[in-house]
């Protein structure tokens, strides 16, 4: 599977973006999704994860409350929307594609190419 990534931008604190995954191919439906993030100097890191039909999700606690991912099987787009922003959440944001739920970035097979986003206080 083919996955793009966009939606990202600038943004002020406290302001709020919407990432979308879109993926190619017809078997997105059996795929985990997640986000993961890199901010400059630092290690790739989890954001979220999605189960296959949507119904199990799970935040990295520095998100929880503000982000929710979500997805659209017959659209085969999964989606970040990103509340409350903080200066901290600046990186560039990636979605994956994995066979089991998970956290670990060892468990993503796929990769999309990251979206930019920066938030200024």
């Known amino acids: 599977v083919q996955l793009q990534a966009f939606g990202g931008g600038l943004v002020q604190a406290g302001g709020s973006l919407r990432l979308s995954c879109a993926a190619s191919g017809r078997t997105f439906s059996s795929y985990v999704m997640g986000w993961f993030r890199q901010a400059p100097g630092k290690e790739r890191e989890f954001v979220a994860v999605i189960s296959q039909s949507g119904t199990n999700t799970y935040y990295e606690d520095s998100v929880k409350g503000r982000f929710t991912i979500s997805r659209d099987n017959a659209k085969n787009t999964v989606y970040l929307q990103m509340n409350s922003l903080k200066p901290e959440d600046t990186a560039v944001y990636y979605c994956?594609?994995?066979?089991?739920?998970?956290?670990?970035?060892?468990?993503?097979?796929?990769w999309g190419q990251g979206t930019q986003v920066t938030v200024s206080s």
């Open positions: 994956a594609a994995a066979n089991l739920y998970g956290s670990s970035q060892g468990l993503y097979r796929y």
